[in-house]
């Protein structure tokens, strides 16, 4: 089997993207992991979160420093009952790929996709690149351009 973060480049390629993937052999399977590795703001960590409503899975790309409000992402979908977190399995018949490496783009079929308004307020976000140990650095821009997203309000406040 490839290794993940070669499926994930060349996904990415298939999107018209080079990224940059960087490896830490110390992890960077949650989004205080990547920060510490990489050496940035836990706010710049986009964490790939796998949620499931009422017309199945979709992504919400939520900042590393935030959480994503289930109450808020329903309303978004125009749910009526409230959506759930995937479960391991789910996320990864819905994304190609293992909870934390999931990809914000480059999976095998089309997911809707939520994009954290606050990812857009930095300059560069760093995203997982397939396996629990790569991140590769985007812009926002490039991030919801590449991921088909749209930008809401969708963190749990206070
Ligand atoms: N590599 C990092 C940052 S780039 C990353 O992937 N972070 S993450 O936040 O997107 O992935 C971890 C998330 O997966 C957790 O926040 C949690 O929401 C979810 N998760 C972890 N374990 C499980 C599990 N067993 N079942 C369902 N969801 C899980």
Do not use: Y
């Not at 390629?13 to 205080?32: C, D, H, I, Y």
């Amino acid at each position: 089997m490839a290794d993940a973060v070669e499926r994930f480049e060349e996904a990415a390629r298939a999107l018209g993207s080079a990224v940059a993937v960087r490896r830490f052999p110390e992890g960077t399977r949650t989004a205080a992991d990547a920060a510490a590795a990489i050496g940035c703001g836990v706010g710049q960590i986009v964490k790939s979160l796998v949620f499931v409503g009422d017309g199945g899975a979709f992504l919400a790309l939520t900042s590393g420093s935030n959480r994503a409000d289930p109450a808020r992402l329903a309303l978004l979908l125009g749910d009526t009952s409230p959506v759930r977190k995937a479960t391991a399995e789910e996320a990864r018949e819905a994304t190609g790929f293992a909870i934390g490496g999931t990809p914000p783009f480059g999976h095998p079929r089309h997911l809707r996709v939520f994009v954290d308004r606050d990812l857009m307020a930095h300059p560069g976000v760093w995203a997982a690149a397939g396996t629990p140990d790569s991140v590769f650095p985007i812009s926002p821009q490039d991030l919801l351009r590449l991921s088909g997203g749209h930008v809401v309000d969708l963190k749990v406040e206070g």
